[in-house]
């Protein structure tokens, strides 16, 4: 019914509009455009502040809230099956606090963030945006936020290191009885979507530790969603250390009494409980939440090899384990005069925190660089058999031998440009700033850079040009 106002509109569609606000700024801007809208907020606000919170958080915000509301815990002694119906995941309207919004948004930012690395992870390779449909997005985003109270409840900042070691085993049981019972009052369907998520963050934390640390992954995951996708972003574990893990928790060698078997302890309990086969090994993170897994069985574009998800495109390639020095040509990674002038032009790919041990690399470059780096080397591409015309294109796929490959073609070619083009600014006599020329290469080595004597020699790096393709054999 339209309303005794100016608005030509009816309240019901003014109803509407407000319920299609992408977040809550704009909801209450909409609300401030005249009294009309403000009217029919007030006879509707907590129905339409759900379907804001719906439109920010998605499907998953019963979940969402309740991992807001849930209260506070109280200690091993606590009862386990009241914890686990406590708070129950609330599907009607209700009113949301100032704050309860504030934190929606930031947790629904972590769990959208998560779902990106799962979808290019798992679904496709080639879009770092999340391509999951409507139904395995809501299948995601459910079991990570259950995920995320899981591990808010049973967090790994709780206790410091000698606070754990003084729980006896009583009470450490106990806590093991309340995470079950946390988890075994999900339909089995549902928990096995959990699971999965499980899997998938896992392998995003086993990532980030060497092999001889793997005790420490069941720590790092009472760091939930929000540590997953920093270890992600920062490829180390530094950042869960400093804000997210009690002290001294990753300082011991043997497996942490508190954390160990974190998640696998609690599965193997229901699915004895239930009388369950548990999932394989082998079932990969993307069994049970996605419907379709889209160019899995993809080759490589080159050498025809399989790797389905693991070939790097333009999408994921700021993942490749790859140290830029190493993809100088031949002898050029010894020679003393060009490993300088490289690593400036190449300093802003840099990012060596101290635990970056992702996929082995213990110095790992910027994550954010990497990617365009790459993608300004295939601009170059001037060596024979690495044109477009031969499928060379950034648009493909590749596996790691071939674009190694690539990158050692081309390195070289795209520093030498950019040794030449680069300008430095100084002060002249009149204290104006301007353009020194670039560097004006010597004389061309006869053997380029397949040079020894590049190796070993001062006088011979610096006289002559080793960014060059060789004219004679080695020397």
């Excluded at 031969?390 to 990158?407: E, I, Q």
């Excluded at 004006?440 to 040009?465: F, L, M």
Aim: hydrophobic share 40%; net charge negative.
């Amino acid at each position: 019914m339209r309303a005794l106002s100016a608005l030509p509109l009816d309240d019901d569609i003014v109803d509407r509009v407000m319920t299609f606000c992408p977040s809550f700024s704009c909801l209450q801007a909409t609300i401030l455009v005249s009294k009309a809208f403000y009217r029919v907020f007030q006879t509707h606000p907590k129905a339409i502040t759900r379907a804001v919170a719906y439109n920010i958080v998605g499907p998953g915000l019963p979940q969402a809230l309740r991992v807001l509301r849930y209260p506070p815990y109280n200690g091993p002694d606590a009862d386990a099956i009241e914890m686990a119906e406590a708070c129950r995941e609330e599907h009607g309207a209700s009113v949301i606090t100032a704050e309860e919004k504030q934190k929606l948004r930031e947790n629904a930012e972590i769990v959208g963030k998560l779902e990106d690395i799962y979808s290019l992870t798992t679904k496709d390779r080639t879009s770092k945006r999340s391509v999951l449909t409507s139904e395995e997005s809501w299948r995601f985003r459910r079991a990570a936020y259950r995920i995320m109270l899981y591990c808010s409840v049973f967090p790994g900042n709780r206790y410091e290191f000698d606070e754990i070691e003084a729980l006896d085993d009583q009470q450490i049981e106990k806590i093991r009885g309340q995470r079950t019972a946390m988890l075994n009052r999900y339909q089995t369907d549902e928990l096995l979507e959990l699971f999965s998520v499980v899997k998938f963050i896992q392998g995003i934390l086993s990532s980030v530790v060497d092999d001889d640390q793997s005790n420490m992954v069941d720590i790092l995951l009472s760091t939930g969603p929000e540590g997953a996708v920093l270890a992600w972003e920062e490829r180390s574990y530094d950042a869960l250390e400093m804000d997210l893990l009690g002290d001294g928790l990753l300082h011991d060698d043997e497996d942490n009494k508190l954390f160990a078997g974190y998640f696998t302890l609690t599965f193997e309990n229901i699915w004895t409980r239930r009388n369950l086969k548990p999932p394989k090994e082998e079932d990969p993170a993307s069994k049970w939440v996605l419907d379709e897994v889209i160019g899995a069985n993809d080759t490589c574009s080159q050498c025809a090899a399989p790797g389905g998800l693991q070939l790097l495109t333009s999408a994921n390639w700021d993942r490749f384990p790859v140290s830029p020095t190493a993809c100088l040509k031949n002898k050029l990674k010894s020679n003393a005069s060009i490993i300088g002038p490289f690593a400036q032009a190449t300093a802003h790919l840099a990012n060596l925190p101290s635990h970056s041990l992702f996929l082995g690399i213990h110095n790992a470059v910027n994550q954010a660089a990497l990617g365009a780096w790459i993608t300004e080397i295939f601009d170059v591409r001037r060596a024979p058999g690495f044109e477009v015309a031969d499928g060379w294109d950034v648009g493909a796929s590749y596996c790691a031998a071939c674009l190694s490959r690539f990158l050692e073609e081309h390195v070289w070619v795209w520093f030498l440009e950019e040794r030449v083009k680069s300008t430095c600014l100084c002060v002249s006599a009149s204290m104006l700033t301007v353009p020194a020329a670039g560097w004006v290469p010597p004389e061309d080595c006869w053997y380029g850079y397949n040079c020894n004597t590049q190796t070993h020699k001062a006088a011979h790096q610096t006289g002559k040009n080793h960014l060059c393709v060789p004219t004679r054999g080695s020397a």
